[in-house]
């Protein structure tokens, strides 16, 4: 089997980071993949960077939208455009290490899953490393991703052949997460890679560096998506961040 992995990878002013990120794709030892970069109304030199690299590697496609719409709108862009077997997602910032296509597939096939993910470490905005291992449980039942967002979004990968293209939400932040909900819920568990095969870039600008700041978005998964009333919503993000604080700090390793 020789599966094609369609690599989805949203940008917005990320010249300083994408060609280092294009590079950790090429650098797989699973070579049988696209990668669709969409940009999203980019300002600065993202576009000039990206076109300078895929002028000697077909794999890659560049997509520029005629204005800024959002991660969401960029994401389903490329994800309509996709042809592979396999969806995987990489952020403009962040890195894959050689061998996470080739363990992930090694791994679904072995395993018969439709879907996997992995653990992953933290770099700084200079890609320094941050000593941080993101780890999670052996098996991850929908009822525990319901409390606790497991999948790191830049390891998680699908079957299309399964599960069709699922289009991600609209919602600011935690597309990932209700994609992944969506995912698992068709499946009741999903289990991963035990072993750290990306990096997430932690970046001072970003919403995601500060935990409180999501807060509202939990709130209007539990609300919206998941269609709690008020004081259901509000009780179930109260546990989300029991989990938040108490639970996934365990699973968070020193290295």
Known sequence: ????????????????FIAETIQS????????WEMIIVDDGSSDETEHVVLSIIQNDNRIQFHKLNQNSGPAVARNT??????????????????????????????????????T?????????NGNSLHKQITSPLEVSYSKL????????????????F??????????????WILWLTLVKKIEKVKPVAESLAFYRVRK????????????????IYKD????????????TGLFLVHQLLVKPIFAKSI
């Open 146 to 161: 319901f409390y606790c967002n497991w999948i790191g979004n830049l390891t998680g990968i699908y079957s299309v052949d």
């Open 117 to 125: 993910f992995s653990f992953y470490e933290q770099i700084d905005e």
């Open 205 to 220: 600008d970003s919403i995601s560096s500060s935990k409180v700041k999501l807060i509202k978005y939990n709130y209007f």
């Open 78 to 115: 490329g994800i309509e455009k996709a042809k592979g077997n396999y969806i995987a997602f990489l952020d403009s910032d962040d890195l894959w290490k050689p061998q996470k296509l080739e363990k992930q597939l090694l791994f679904m096939e072995g395993e018969n899953l439709p879907m």
């Open 1 to 16: 089997m020789n599966p094609l992995v369609s690599i989805i990878t949203p940008s917005y002013n990320s010249a300083k």
């Open 225 to 236: 998506f998941h269609g709690n009333n008020l004081l259901k919503a509000v009780f179930n």
């Open 25 to 32: 794709v090429q650098n797989q030892t699973y070579q049988n």
């Open 163 to 176: 599960f069709g293209k699922i289009p991600i939400s609209n919602i600011k932040k935690r597309q990932d």
